[in-house]
């Protein structure tokens, strides 16, 4: 199913005959693969009319066997239902559920950070974790996006449109600024392209980010990984797929620092690659599939990534998990716990994922339908139910585990939630006429 092949640059991937085992809905092998929803360009934020909250209200489901489903307390409108199975749990669920306690609860906290078109432009807030004292931190008149703390809580990273901008000419920069908004510096001013994701090092050093050479330009453009300081030096260019062959996105970076993987696509086949970044030293795992949404489970033990043919059963599964940290098969997934707990999907790119910073068996999954949280040491599901127009993922978990903030637009514009897992409610954080999205929880 993969295949491990060492360069010092990641080469162009060549193009391949797909496995049988993909999907009748995935593209033909004579036509290329739909672009994921990640290597898009980043949205920004737009007002719209404000709505009510519902009350809120308590509705029974029936157990059926071999799964139990109960209604947990239900506030701001989302229905909660709790499920738990009796079934086999998958060799994926097995490989996560060694027991792994919290740490215990810290009451400091950065703070929750997030976009708003509340001043008329999409800028970024921070607020306490409660939803008081909200403070507008950008003042660019631009639009922003994608807002990131870093580890130690010093610094915000995002993306950045110029004010009068368009989205599709104007470049997309990579900026930092300090927790109040002050000393903001663009970190991306020697790069010729548009930026469209970020994503911190543990160890606060450096900011890995994907750069498209066409402002808002797709995949084909030939998108790249780049790593940059935190103080803007050291720029550095990881892969180097040209444009019209597709390119490389959804970097990440393992618990340590010492490493960075992300996902190089051609036409018809994909690879994780790996780079080691002391020594600049790497290699790819190739996969004859299409791959999307990386993430470093929190031991740094396995990768789990979506959309890919699981090992078991050769079907087209929504999440996958490697081996181990090196990438390597066979690829088992999770698609067999989510039909025991009831975790809906409604394909295979339709939902967001976020890792628990606690436990490798705790995740996260926001889908339109609303957050789904999984428990695989339990074999438990918590279903929050919003039934949204748009999926804004993905959840921010507080750096304890304990509580998920997310955005959904339960009614006619998006407002940030909070879901406490011990108490299995959910509390409104934002309540204004612009939509409110993005939330990232700080250390």
């Known amino acids: 199913m993969g295949r491990r092949s060492r360069t010092g640059t990641l080469r162009g991937l060549p193009a391949s005959i797909l496995a049988a085992a993909l999907l009748a809905s995935c593209a033909p092998a004579s036509d290329p693969p739909p672009p994921p929803p990640s290597a898009a360009p980043p949205t920004f934020a737009a007002t719209a009319p404000a709505t009510s909250t519902p009350e809120p209200s308590q509705v029974a489901t029936s157990p059926s066997p071999p799964t139990q489903t109960a209604t947990a307390r239900v506030a701001s409108g989302p229905l909660i239902t709790s499920q738990t199975s009796s079934a086999e749990p998958s060799g994926a669920a097995q490989m996560l559920r060694e027991p792994a306690p919290l740490p215990p609860a810290t009451s400091k906290s950065s703070g929750i950070l997030f976009v708003s078109a509340r001043d008329g432009s999409a800028e970024i807030y921070r607020m306490n974790e409660d939803g008081t004292d909200p403070m507008r931190l950008t003042v660019g008149g631009g639009d922003t996006a994608a807002p990131s703390w870093s580890p130690d809580g010093r610094l915000i990273a995002f993306l950045s449109r ?24 663009e970190l991306t001013a020697q790069f010729d392209g548009s930026v469209e994701s970020l994503a911190w090092s543990p160890d606060g050093r450096r900011i890995a980010f994907v750069g498209n050479p066409t402002p808002g330009g797709d995949s084909l453009d030939g998108t790249n ?36 993987a992300y996902i190089c696509r051609s036409l018809m086949q994909a690879a994780i690659g790996f780079e080691t970044v002391a020594a600049g030293d790497s290699f790819t795992v190739d996969y004859y599939g299409q791959v999307d949404r990386l993430s470093w489970l929190p031991s740094g033990d396995h990768i789990g990534f979506g959309f890919g043919t699981c090992s078991v059963g050769a079907f087209p599964a929504a999440l996958l998990l490697t081996q181990g940290a090196s ?14 707990l009831g975790v809906i999907l409604r394909g295979l790119y339709d939902f967001k994922l976020a890792w628990s910073p606690a436990a490798d068996s705790v995740f996260a999954l926001q889908s339109v339908r609303g957050i789904e949280v999984v428990d695989l040491s339990r074999y438990s599901a918590l279903h929050v139910q919003f039934e949204s127009a748009a999926l804004h993922g993905p959840p921010s978990w507080s750096p ?41 929880w700080g250390p």
């Open 162 to 185: 110029e004010a009068g901008g368009e989205g599709g000419t104007t470049p997309v920069e990579l900026q930092v600024v300090d927790s109040e908004g002050t000393g903001s510096v």
């Open 225 to 260: 990984v780049f790593v940059i300081d935190a103080d803007g030096s050291g720029l550095t260019q990881v892969t180097h797929m040209e444009p019209g062959t597709v390119g490389c996105w959804s970097p990440i970076w393992s618990p340590d620092s010492s490493q960075l």
């Open 327 to 340: 990438g390597d098969g066979p690829f088992p997934c999770l698609d067999q716990d989510f039909e025991a």
């Open 400 to 440: 304890d585990g304990t509580r998920i903030a997310f955005a959904a637009d339960g009614g006619l514009d998006s407002e940030i939630y909070v879901l406490d897992l011990a108490s299995s409610t959910v509390t409104q954080l934002t309540d204004n006429q612009a939509e409110d999205t993005m939330p990232d």
